[in-house]
């Protein structure tokens, strides 16, 4: 049994939210972005690359507020139907849902319930958009991965199938496991635990892939980065990911989707930046939030989603206390989203809304394993 006293447990989550905030602001700028434009323009980024402008709102986030509320209203053992209605309620469908989300919002408009909604006409299954929003499940069930990892599940199927989903699986439980787990390494050699074995899963391969590269070559992110992309995902992984397709094994528009440019917001390269990220930015013992953000920006793909994700794992793991001002004071406690009538926030009550939430599962789920301590 593991102690986690209430004060500690907020600022973890806290830290969280933060870091999340902060990874959004640090990757926005360069979303998308060739890898050799980030270079040119920024080079070696070791701040915030453009100034934070506090009334820019991300789609990424808004998922989760939705997930808050709809615990809020629907209790700790919400449904995907319940969760996929709160979509509909709440989110509108020009502001800002693409790919993935944006066929499900349409199936879910139709009457189709998950796990359907997130496979049918779905081209888009397996990209980032589930891995993006897996912040919150690890955030209720701290040091309960299995339990994290049944709530991203519940979530990741509304709008994906497949790896998308284990990308989000994976996510969560590094977000549980970072609340005890300061070995960012230890984190992922567990987490792998719950995403199905090398042999079955295209995202396991890459997990270990970039791990390796790592191995063989720690004192370059740059030249990790070039074989990561250009020699693994780009020659060896595309093709892979065209034959295993769940539903479209003949479909040539699949087949263009990936190939596409919009390959660059499909799950497996952008969870091995995290990955390089991670491990690199561990490097930096004086700032490895600030230096495995920062590494994920240069890196390009999906920035906004991978420096989100990591400032997530990495705000949990040192709590709000821990994170440089640097990071902190430009964000002024304020956060803003797309979701209706829930469009401003302060970090600081959102964490408060989500760890309260997380009582309730560490009460009800997880008194096996953690205690809180009023």
């Given at each position: 049994?593991?102690?986690?006293?209430?004060?500690?447990?907020?600022?973890?989550?806290?830290?969280?939210?933060?870091?999340?905030v902060?990874?959004?602001?640090?990757?926005?700028?360069?979303?998308?972005?060739?890898?050799?434009?980030?270079?040119?323009?920024?080079?070696?980024?070791?701040?915030?690359?453009?100034?934070?402008?506090?009334?820019?709102?991300?789609?990424?986030?808004?998922?989760?507020?939705?997930?808050?509320?709809?615990?809020?209203?629907?209790?700790?053992?919400?449904?995907?139907?319940?969760?996929?209605?709160?979509?509909?309620?709440?989110?509108?469908?020009?502001?800002?849902?693409?790919t993935?989300?944006?066929?499900?919002?349409?199936?879910?408009?139709?009457?189709?319930?998950?796990?359907?909604?997130?496979?049918?006409?779905?081209?888009?299954?397996?990209?980032?958009?589930?891995?993006?929003?897996?912040?919150?499940?690890?955030?209720?069930?701290?040091?309960?991965?299995?339990?994290?990892?049944?709530?991203?599940?519940?979530?990741?199927?509304?709008?994906?199938?497949?790896v998308?989903?284990?990308?989000?699986?994976f996510?969560?439980?590094?977000?549980?496991?970072?609340?005890?787990?300061?070995?960012?390494?230890?984190?992922?050699?567990?987490?792998?635990?719950?995403?199905?074995?090398?042999?079955?899963?295209?995202?396991?391969?890459?997990?270990?892939?970039?791990?390796?590269?790592?191995?063989?070559?720690?004192?370059?992110?740059?030249?990790?980065?070039?074989?990561?992309?250009?020699?693994?995902?780009i020659?060896?992984?595309?093709?892979?990911?065209?034959?295993?397709?769940l539903?479209?094994?003949?479909?040539?528009?699949?087949?263009?989707?990936?190939?596409?440019?919009m390959?660059?917001?499909?799950?497996?390269?952008?969870?091995?930046?995290?990955?390089?990220?991670?491990?690199?930015?561990?490097?930096?013992?004086?700032?490895?939030?600030?230096?495995?953000?920062?590494?994920?920006?240069?890196?390009?793909?999906?920035?906004?989603?991978?420096?989100?994700?990591?400032?997530?794992?990495?705000?949990?793991?040192?709590?709000?206390?821990?994170?440089?001002?640097?990071?902190?004071?430009?964000?002024?406690?304020?956060?803003?989203?797309?979701?209706?009538?829930?469009?401003?926030?302060?970090?600081?009550?959102?964490?408060?809304?989500?760890?309260?939430?997380?009582?309730?599962?560490?009460?009800?789920?997880?008194?096996?394993?953690?205690?809180?301590?009023?």
């Amino acid at each position: 049994m593991i102690e986690l006293s209430s004060k500690k447990y907020y600022n973890r989550v806290f830290g969280s939210w933060l870091g999340r905030v902060a990874g959004d602001f640090v990757g926005v700028p360069v979303e998308a972005w060739p890898y050799e434009s980030i270079l040119k323009k920024y080079g070696n980024i070791t701040d915030y690359p453009e100034p934070v402008n506090l009334n820019h709102v991300n789609d990424d986030e808004m998922y989760e507020i939705v997930a808050l509320l709809a615990m809020e209203k629907y209790g700790i053992n919400l449904t995907s139907q319940q969760l996929g209605q709160e979509w509909l309620n709440l989110l509108s469908r020009k502001d800002n849902i693409f790919t993935a989300e944006k066929i499900a919002y349409d199936n879910l408009e139709a009457g189709i319930i998950p796990p359907k909604s997130g496979i049918l006409n779905n081209f888009y299954y397996d990209f980032i958009g589930a891995q993006m929003r897996a912040d919150i499940w690890g955030l209720i069930a701290p040091g309960c991965p299995e339990i994290a990892k049944k709530y991203a599940q519940m979530d990741g199927c509304i709008s994906h199938a497949g790896v998308g989903i284990e990308g989000e699986v994976f996510l969560a439980v590094l977000i549980s496991q970072a609340f005890f787990e300061l070995d960012i390494r230890k984190n992922i050699n567990n987490a792998l635990k719950f995403v199905p074995p090398e042999k079955d899963s295209l995202f396991t391969q890459i997990v270990l892939k970039a791990i390796d590269i790592y191995e063989n070559n720690k004192t370059d992110f740059r030249d990790a980065r070039q074989i990561l992309i250009n020699e693994y995902w780009i020659k060896e992984m595309v093709s892979k990911v065209i034959r295993s397709s769940l539903v479209f094994k003949r479909d040539f528009v699949r087949s263009l989707v990936i190939n596409s440019g919009m390959g660059r917001i499909h799950t497996l390269p952008n969870i091995g930046i995290i990955i390089l990220s991670l491990l690199y930015g561990a490097q930096d013992t004086e700032d490895p939030f600030g230096r495995s953000i920062c590494i994920a920006a240069m890196m390009g793909y999906d920035t906004d989603c991978n420096c989100g994700n990591i400032g997530a794992i990495l705000g949990t793991q040192l709590g709000v206390d821990k994170i440089p001002s640097k990071w902190k004071d430009p964000l002024q406690d304020t956060f803003s989203t797309y979701v209706k009538g829930y469009e401003k926030w302060k970090i600081s009550d959102l964490a408060l809304r989500v760890a309260n939430i997380g009582k309730l599962v560490i009460k009800e789920k997880c008194q096996k394993k953690v205690i809180l301590i009023e």
